[in-house]
């Protein structure tokens, strides 16, 4: 009897049902109240704001864009001449063969307007050509990476161009090679010809005179309004004096100033229009700007 009031598992044991052990147990916690969390959140897992904040670098397509500015330098291991100069940079763009066609164009015609030395007109020390230049490079999506056309531009469409610096600019040590000589006995050679038949050189020069007098009607298109406007001018009229009566028909006013571009190149203002390839009936662009 007492071994059997001695067991633990007896009607008289002080733990009814039997003793307590690890497996009776709950295995599982208890449900949780609302509102508390199941597991207590790690450093680890929290979001810092400084974790969440992420540099904005913008489209990757984009490039960095500064505005357009001269390059100045000087040649040291070549002396350059205006006409080798010349002669390289026309085969330079003649021999582009990668990226698109239109943006090479375009680049060799903002180069064509920086190359020009300022006019009398202007007296702006290059100014107006820069402004001309960079409003091209906008119209055709032209970026460039640091504004100096030395270190290369993009298209629209991330093309890189590259371009070496003797066709960005003019070497401040460039040699103007002239044939003084020369040309002073061509001159010497026209006089004396003049001389022998001088009345025939006054019929010849009046003749030219006459012939070159006479008028041509030339119709140009507004980028600022899309209108044509007609001027009629003597065709041996400089572009520059063209220009002056497209501007009084338009009636532009004194802060604005045209540019004319003739199949795909800008026309000099110190030549003629038909020295410059324009033919009799075609349209110009007339590129208005403010000045």
């Not at 929290?46 to 100045?72: A, C, F, M, T, Y």
């Not at 001309?132 to 093309?159: C, H, K």
Request: negative net charge.
């Amino acid at each position: 009897m007492g071994c059997c009031f001695s067991r633990s598992a007896g009607p008289n044991s002080p733990y009814p049902g039997g003793i307590p052990n690890a497996s009776a147990r709950h295995i599982n916690p208890p449900p949780l109240s609302l509102g508390e969390s199941a597991t207590a959140p790690s450093p680890a897992n929290q979001d810092s704001p400084r974790r969440r904040r992420r540099r904005d670098r913008g489209p990757l397509d984009e490039h960095i864009n500064k505005p357009l500015r001269r390059h100045v330098w000087a040649s040291v291991d070549r002396q350059w001449a205006r006409t080798e100069l010349d002669t390289e940079r026309a085969e330079y763009f003649d021999t582009r063969v990668t990226a698109l066609p239109e943006i090479w164009q375009t680049l060799h015609n903002v180069l064509q307007i920086l190359w020009e030395p300022p006019t009398q007109e202007t007296n702006d020390d290059g100014q107006t050509a820069l402004q001309t230049a960079q409003t091209m490079l906008r119209a055709a999506e032209i970026s460039l990476p640091t504004g100096n056309l030395v270190n290369g531009a993009y298209d629209s469409f991330g093309n890189f161009y590259a371009l070496p610096e003797w066709v960005v600019s003019d070497p401040q040590n460039i040699v103007e090679r002239e044939h003084c000589k020369d040309s002073l006995g061509s001159g010497d050679d026209e006089t004396q010809g003049d001389g022998e038949n001088g009345e025939m050189s006054k019929e010849e020069k009046g003749k030219d005179v006459v012939v070159d007098s006479k008028q041509i009607q030339v119709r140009a298109r507004l980028s600022e309004t899309g209108n044509d406007v007609t001027v009629s001018v003597p065709k041996t009229d400089m572009v520059r004096s063209v220009i002056k009566k497209m501007a009084t028909e338009a009636e532009l006013s004194s802060s604005k100033k045209i540019r004319l571009a003739y199949m795909g190149k800008m026309l000099k203002e110190n030549a003629t229009l038909e020295s410059q390839g324009w033919q009799d009936g075609h349209i110009v662009n007339a590129l208005v700007f403010d000045r």
